[in-house]
């Protein structure tokens, strides 16, 4: 039998790991402008067209490189990072594996032109292919500028699945934000399509966090800050009362380097428990500090999960900083460890269920009178007397991510046997689900998928016959938004006005609102309403649904009565009537089951089983 294994050629193996490395067009971002850091650069700007797709450029004022190192950061795993295995565990760089601009080069033409500080003139190197086909010296500024053209021209079939230029623009954004929140003492800036996105003069956090989310943010942030002989903890996280309905703003790095973790996300959640409800999300700049020996950042290709040592005991000290904080800084109260503290969550909610009318912005956090704690550095034997009591609550060895039902739900004539029984009685059980009996037996309800039913229906319909119609406001409104919502806002305005809005753009992620679609309560908080129906926009687009298609699912889901809502037997009725006069009442337009019906025969055999 003849020999059958092989070695590849470099430029297979290249695009092999290219495929771990470079996803998208935001992982080339993330690792020249992590490049860029690492080189000392106290100035960094990134240039991008069409999402990335047709250019990436990033230009630094770092140490830059001579032309032998120029040559060599072409070839796999050649870095100026580490040395031997044992420099593993004491990484204090962003970038080590030495994988980036070889994997890139793999995969796009890519330009490169550096110069040192003791060197005259610097060097033009350009690569297609895994090969460098021109080398040269030019006049160049010290530092490093990397120009990244067509990626993935020799991948066609990785091209082809690259998303829709906003989709790919909001993947930039998020890594973009998160290298310049970590490094405020940098200058960054992005221009897309020649239009300049960011400007972020070097500053201090606060001012970083304001630069990117707007300066409305400001009043909202709490200061974090705990030292411990473990682990440093600082920051700045969200007042209770500004958390959100939509995830989004919730950063965690550790040693300055963006990381995710169902775990530690879990532990922030679960400092707010007595202060939001669970559909809440609180907005959060966490920043680790923590001995590199004690931390494995080499264990995923993106360098986005790392392993700790001890998980548990920084899951507690994260956990109680938090809630330390938010106790020295509530408004009205704070909390003491060792109180049994009852926060209340309370919303003022008006709508009837037709789509007329929106419930509107939740009230405030009610609480008793406790004291505070001054923030000092504790050591782990205070620390453990600190969190003794919150304990009890359990801390979760692992944390599962939660997914949308999408199975279909099967039914044959069960619709017109449940339009039928028109003058029954309905009874909302547990502030979720509308029971009632019907000829098939019991029927029940989920009132947040069905009225998202029905809105989407609604709105879609709106959508492709003409504009709703809208409600003038008495007063215009004015509502300021981050860099990249102002964005998507502004990519979909067309079709939001169409569904009765009527607002414009006055500049500086600033808009204009004149009017609602009519029957939107008059007190709903606006800011939070835009702000879903642009996260939730996002969300979608991930699954490449049409432009219309999208709008209508976001503006539902935005809109749509929540769960725990009180409705009036009336609107109960209504809400039936409605479900079954759409289209597809089955499903909720994410997918989840909008009722489900227990037929006599099963309620007979579990009485009988």
């Known amino acids: ?48 067209k069409d999402a990335g797709k047709t250019l990436i450029q990033v230009i630094d004022n770092g140490k830059g490189m001579t032309e032998t190192d120029a040559r060599m950061s072409f070839e796999r795993h050649a870095t100026s990072k580490i040395t031997s295995a044992n420099d593993l565990f004491s990484i204090k760089t962003l970038g080590f594996r030495g994988e980036a601009l070889a994997s890139i080069a793999a995969i796009a033409h890519v330009e490169l032109i550096s110069r040192t500080s003791d060197e005259e003139v610097g060097h033009r190197l350009v690569n297609e292919g895994s090969t460098i086909i021109k080398s040269e010296k030019v006049q160049a500024m010290q530092g490093t500028m990397i120009t990244v053209k067509n990626l993935f021209y020799n991948v066609p079939a990785r091209r082809k699945f690259l998303k829709s230029d906003p989709v790919e623009m909001k993947h930039i954004l998020d890594e973009f934000h998160r290298v310049s929140l970590a490094h405020p003492e940098i200058f960054f800036s992005l221009e897309h399509n020649n239009n300049e996105v960011y400007h972020l003069p070097k500053g201090n956090l606060r001012q970083r966090i304001v630069g990117i989310f707007g300066k409305n943010i400001n009043d909202k942030l709490v200061p974090l800050n705990e030292e411990t002989e473990v682990v440093n903890i600082s920051g700045f996280i969200g007042k209770a009362e500004s958390a959100k309905k939509t995830s989004g703003d919730q950063f965690i790095f550790v040693n300055d380097r963006f990381i995710k973790s169902n775990y530690l996300n879990h532990a922030v959640r679960s400092a707010y428990e007595d202060l939001i409800s669970k559909e809440l999300y609180p907005t959060y700049f966490i920043f680790l500090d923590i001995n590199p020996a004690q931390i494995d950042i ?107 039902e999408h199975e279909a739900f099967k039914y044959s004539n069960y619709e017109e046997n449940l339009i039928e029984s028109g003058n029954r009685d309905i009874i909302q059980l547990n502030g979720q689900y509308l029971v009632f009996q019907s000829k098939l037996g019991l029927t029940i309800i989920d009132q947040q998928s069905a009225h998202e039913r029905i809105l989407y229906e609604k709105y879609l319909k709106l959508l492709k016959k003409g504009k709703a119609n809208t409600q003038k406001e008495l007063f215009p409104r004015t509502i300021e938004l981050s860099r990249d919502r102002s964005l998507v806002l502004t990519e979909i305005l067309d079709m939001v006005n169409g569904l009765g809005f009527e607002m414009e753009g006055f500049g500086h992620d600033t808009f204009i609102i004149h009017g609602t679609p009519l029957g939107l309560d008059t007190n709903t908080d606006m800011d939070s309403l835009i702000n879903n129906i642009i996260q939730q926009f996002i969300e979608n687009k991930e699954s490449g649904l049409g432009i219309e298609d999208n709008v209508a699912r976001s503006m539902a889901f935005s809109s749509g009565i929540k769960r725990n809502k009180r409705l009036e037997k009336e609107e109960m009725s209504v809400l039936v009537e409605q479900l079954f006069a759409c289209q597809m009442p089955q499903n909720s337009p994410g997918g989840k089951k909008c009722f489900i019906v227990m037929e006599h025969e099963e309620i007979l055999k579990r009485f009988n089983s």
Do not use: C
Request: hydrophobic share 30%.
């Open 1 to 48: 039998m003849p020999d059958i294994i092989r070695l590849l050629p470099d430029s297979i193996a290249n695009q092999i790991a290219a495929g771990e490395v470079i996803q998208r067009p935001a992982s080339v971002v993330k690792e020249l402008v992590e490049n860029a850091i690492d080189a000392g650069s106290t100035q960094i700007k990134l240039v991008v």
């Open 298 to 404: 080499n264990v995923h290709p993106t360098k986005t999960e790392i392993k700790f040592e001890d998980e548990r005991l920084i899951y507690n000290y994260l956990r109680v900083s938090l809630r330390h904080s938010l106790g020295q800084y509530h408004v009205g109260s704070s909390l003491d460890f060792n109180t049994d503290t009852n926060f209340i969550n309370r919303y003022s909610e008006k709508s009837n269920l037709t789509g007329e009318k929106h419930e509107s912005s939740p009230g405030g956090l009610f609480s008793g009178s406790i004291s505070a704690h001054k923030p000092d550095k504790r050591n782990k034997d205070e620390w453990v007397e600190v969190y003794k009591g919150l304990q009890q609550t359990g801390i979760p060895e692992k944390i599962s991510s939660s997914h949308l």
